[in-house]
């Protein structure tokens, strides 16, 4: 089944095209990348997909239903979880307290409770609180629920931030750049968490760079160049499509600050 689909999605910047007639389709339960080399606009792309970025022309659906143009909190209402390359952690809280403030989107509470502090408003608490200690064993940072994320080694932040997302049950999680500035081990545990994670039911859309975890955890790989989709197939197809090795190895440029 196909969970999200892009048609003709573009996307300019001033004078610059960022994404230029993009289509591309995620099947439900899957790991599928999006990678390109730098400028190609993998971040803009997923900016899009998350609902932060509006096409300026071309359409999302979402489980069948056109979700184009909504705002960013309808998306995640919709689904659809998000992480980011540059960590979106909370310094001054606790990793517990990190991850139960992404789950309040599935436990709303009226503003009547929370005045009167009712049976339900503590109920509400504890099952968040208890969901959150669940993730943060989900992720492997399981004893870190009173741990300040200020006090965190970098890997455990990336976990820590896929965990909140986590929290809000996306059906579909966008995962940008989860490996970056990993070392060798940390990456490991990305990609076998990356791998649980699918196997669990969620669909995965991952943008990286790291491409020993590309080829390791991908079922379907698509590639960018300059806004355009270059290529799409299993990580062998995509490895060896000489379009595909041309265009990393010809591209020695930092990457655009929409890209």
Same mark, same amino acid.
């Given at each position: /089944?196909?969970? /999200?689909?892009? &048609?003709?999605?573009?996307?300019?910047?001033?004078?610059?095209r960022a994404i230029d007639g993009?289509? *591309?389709?995620?099947?439900?339960?899957?790991?599928? =990348?999006?990678?390109?080399?730098?400028?190609?606009?993998?971040?803009?792309?997923?900016? /899009? *997909?998350?609902?932060? !970025?509006?096409?300026?022309? +071309?359409?999302?659906?979402?489980?069948? @239903? %056109?979700?184009?143009?909504?705002?960013?909190?309808?998306?995640?209402?919709?689904?659809?979880?998000?992480?980011?390359? #540059?960590?979106?952690?909370?310094? #001054? /809280?606790?990793?517990?307290?990190?991850?139960?403030?992404?789950?309040?989107?599935?436990?709303?509470? =009226?503003?009547?409770?929370?005045?009167?502090? &009712?049976?339900?408003?503590? %109920?509400?608490?504890?099952?968040?609180?208890?969901?959150?200690?669940?993730?943060?064993?989900?992720? +492997?940072?399981?004893?870190? %629920?009173?741990?300040?994320?200020?006090?965190?080694? !970098?890997?455990?932040?990336?976990?820590?931030?896929?965990?909140?997302?986590?929290?809000?049950?996306?059906?579909?999680?966008?995962?940008?750049?989860?490996?970056?500035? *990993?070392?060798?081990?940390?990456?490991?545990?990305i990609d076998a968490l990356i791998r649980k994670l699918a196997d669990?039911?969620?669909?995965?859309?991952?943008? @990286?760079? #790291?491409?020993?975890?590309?080829?390791?955890?991908?079922?379907?790989?698509?590639?960018?160049?300059?806004?355009?989709?270059?290529?799409?197939? &299993?990580?062998? @197809?995509?490895?060896? #499509?000489?379009?595909?090795?041309?265009? !990393?190895? +010809?591209?020695?440029?930092? @990457?655009?600050?929409?890209?």
């Open positions: /089944m196909t969970l /999200m689909r892009a &048609t003709g999605l573009a996307k300019s910047f001033g004078g610059l993009v289509d *591309l389709a995620f099947e439900a339960g899957k790991v599928h =990348s999006i990678i390109g080399p730098n400028g190609a606009g993998k971040t803009t792309l997923i900016n /899009m *997909l998350s609902g932060i !970025y509006a096409p300026d022309t +071309g359409t999302i659906t979402f489980d069948g @239903e %056109d979700i184009t143009g909504r705002p960013v909190h309808r998306f995640a209402a919709a689904g659809i979880g998000r992480t980011f390359q #540059n960590l979106q952690v909370f310094f #001054n /809280m606790t990793a517990l307290e990190n991850v139960m403030t992404g789950r309040h989107l599935r436990e709303p509470v =009226s503003l009547a409770s929370a005045l009167l502090r &009712t049976r339900g408003l503590r %109920d509400a608490e504890t099952a968040c609180r208890d969901k959150a200690h669940e993730l943060l064993r989900r992720v +492997g940072l399981a004893g870190a %629920d009173h741990v300040a994320a200020d006090s965190m080694p !970098y890997g455990a932040l990336k976990r820590l931030e896929i965990a909140r997302a986590l929290a809000a049950e996306p059906r579909l999680l966008l995962l940008d750049e989860p490996a970056a500035g *990993l070392n060798a081990t940390e990456a490991r545990e669990a039911g969620t669909t995965i859309v991952l943008v @990286e760079h #790291n491409m020993a975890l590309v080829m390791e955890v991908s079922d379907h790989v698509f590639v960018l160049d300059r806004g355009r989709k270059l290529a799409e197939g &299993t990580p062998a @197809e995509v490895s060896s #499509n000489p379009h595909v090795i041309e265009a !990393y190895l +010809g591209s020695e440029e930092p @990457e655009a600050a929409h890209a």
